[in-house]
């Protein structure tokens, strides 16, 4: 069974920084993606982010690149999503998603809703 518990979010300013845990529980760490996803209200969800965790693989969304960096600790399992220069285009509900990396191939996929596993999400606001 794949759970995971998301951390880290809160209320920040314009121009501040935060780091996101996705605490992942999964039998083989490296057979799986892990990605970060967003909502924001009265919007659709939208991919943030992901690492293959078999080979480090990373992608981002266009709008957080040079700001948002994933990573991996396979030593503690947790994925971080390091969120720096925030703008209040950022708030939402960020999500951590767990997927078989066979099925990980890009951050609009949809195997991630039909194979993949879901947190509850953690808030995010951004303050102007």
């Known amino acids: 069974e794949v759970t995971l518990v998301e951390s880290g979010g809160g209320l920040v300013q314009t121009g501040g920084s935060l780091r996101l845990s996705c605490a992942a529980t999964?039998?083989?760490?490296?057979?799986?993606?892990i990605g970060w996803f967003r909502q924001a209200p009265g919007k659709e969800r939208e991919g943030v982010s992901y690492i293959k965790n078999n080979d480090g693989t990373t992608d981002y969304l266009d709008s957080v690149k040079g700001r948002f960096t994933i990573s991996s600790d396979h030593a503690k399992k947790p994925v971080y999503l390091e969120m720096n220069k925030l703008i209040p285009e950022d708030t939402g509900v960020y999500y951590c998603a767990a997927v078989s990396v066979i099925f990980a191939d890009g951050l609009t996929s949809s195997t991630w809703d039909s194979f993949g596993r879901w947190g509850q999400g953690t808030q995010v606001t951004v303050s102007s």
């Open positions: 999964v039998f083989t760490f490296e057979d799986y993606a």
